[in-house]
């Protein structure tokens, strides 16, 4: 197997791919999870007959459309660097016009009005493009992975 190397994770913004909870397939996880429950009891087989008790399960057809779409969209997430994430994402384009590899390099980056919707969704940005800054984003990389390893998810951190 090929070794992804850790730095190659690390978005524009500074968030690190591996620690997002779609990259580690929690959504896919969780939908797969719950359509093998459906099935191990065979539900999924006599919906419109359990829609007698309750009525809302005659649209089990538009739930499992539904989650078919969030798998596709959220089952498989290359990384930021690979066009994953918002396909329209400002900080990705605003970073690859300016040339630099992460909003680290930029002096606007604590006011940044493109930044701020992360910021708020993880409180550690900041210190994360602290720390790309004054380590390098190698170290910042591999630290953060040794913590992924560890079971760290963005998911437990964000509001
Ligand atoms: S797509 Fe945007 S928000 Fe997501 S990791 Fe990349 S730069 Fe950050
Ligand atoms: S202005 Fe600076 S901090 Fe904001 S997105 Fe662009 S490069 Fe990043």
Request: aromatic letters at 10%; a negative charge.
């Given at each position: 197997?090929?070794?992804?190397?850790?730095?190659?994770?690390?978005?524009?913004?500074?968030?690190?791919?591996?620690?997002?909870?779609?990259?580690?397939?929690?959504?896919?996880?969780?939908?797969?999870?719950?359509?093998?429950?459906?099935?191990?009891?065979?539900?999924?087989?006599?919906?419109?007959?359990?829609?007698?008790?309750?009525?809302?399960?005659?649209?089990?057809?538009?739930?499992?459309?539904?989650?078919?779409?969030?798998?596709?969209?959220?089952?498989?997430?290359?990384?930021?660097?690979?066009?994953?994430?918002?396909?329209?994402?400002?900080?990705?384009?605003?970073?690859?016009?300016?040339?630099y590899r992460t909003c680290?390099?930029?002096?606007?980056?604590?006011?940044?009005?493109?930044?701020?919707?992360?910021?708020?969704?993880?409180?550690?940005?900041?210190?994360?493009?602290?720390?790309?800054?004054?380590?390098?984003?190698?170290?910042?990389?591999?630290?953060?992975?040794?913590?992924?390893?560890?079971?760290?998810?963005?998911?437990?951190?964000?509001?």
């Amino acid at each position: 197997m090929v070794e992804t190397d850790p730095a190659s994770l690390v978005g524009y913004c500074g968030l690190y791919c591996n620690a997002c909870g779609i990259r580690q397939e929690k959504i896919k996880t969780a939908a797969n999870n719950l359509r093998d429950i459906i099935a191990h009891y065979g539900f999924d087989k006599i919906m419109p007959e359990l829609a007698k008790w309750e009525a809302s399960l005659e649209h089990y057809n538009e739930f499992n459309q539904f989650v078919d779409g969030l798998v596709k969209m959220f089952g498989d997430c290359p990384g930021c660097l690979q066009s994953g994430g918002d396909p329209d994402c400002k900080v990705r384009s605003c970073t690859k016009q300016k040339g630099y590899r992460t909003c680290a390099e930029c002096s606007e980056s604590e006011t940044c009005e493109s930044l701020a919707p992360y910021r708020k969704g993880y409180e550690g940005l900041t210190q994360a493009l602290q720390d790309i800054k004054q380590n390098g984003i190698e170290r910042y990389a591999q630290e953060t992975q040794k913590k992924v390893d560890k079971g760290y998810s963005y998911l437990k951190e964000s509001k």
